[in-house]
């Protein structure tokens, strides 16, 4: 069972920035992606990585504001946040994708963090 941790969430003003880390417990080679969860939304879908680090995919909301990266012997992939938007205040969870085939949907993931509050404020 691998686990993930996230870090770095927190409260900012809109128009600020956050970083997010994950760590997983061990080294993965699939791909990694970040979702996140607003109150009494569902799970959507904000940006996933595969192991080689080329072309991640974003949604459409957050597309040149946030970037995805991963570092792999670290076992870590990071979510850079700027242009923050009150929109945007969610639990952000971290997830592993199920091998055999990518699917940036949460029933595409095997392995989930526990997540990270962002909290932006207008």
């Known amino acids: 069972q691998v686990q993930l941790v996230e870090s770095g969430g927190g409260l900012v003003e809109a128009g600020g920035s956050l970083r997010l880390s994950c760590t997983a417990s061990?080294?993965?080679?699939?791909?990694m992606a970040w979702f996140r969860q607003a109150p009494g939304k569902e799970r959507e879908f904000v940006a996933g990585?595969?192991?080689?680090?080329?072309?991640?995919y974003y949604d459409d909301s957050v597309k040149g504001r946030f970037t995805i990266s991963r570092d792999n012997p670290k076992n870590t992939v990071y979510l850079q946040m700027n242009s923050l938007k009150p929109e945007d205040t969610a639990a952000y969870s971290c997830?592993?994708?199920?091998?055999?085939?990518?699917?940036?949907?949460?029933?595409?993931?095997?392995?989930w963090g526990k997540g990270t509050l962002v909290t932006v404020s207008a």
């Open positions: 061990e080294r993965t080679y699939y791909g």
């Open positions: 997830a592993i994708a199920r091998p055999g085939g990518i699917r940036w949907s949460p029933d595409g993931m095997e392995y």
């Open positions: 990585i595969l192991w080689r680090g080329t072309n991640p």
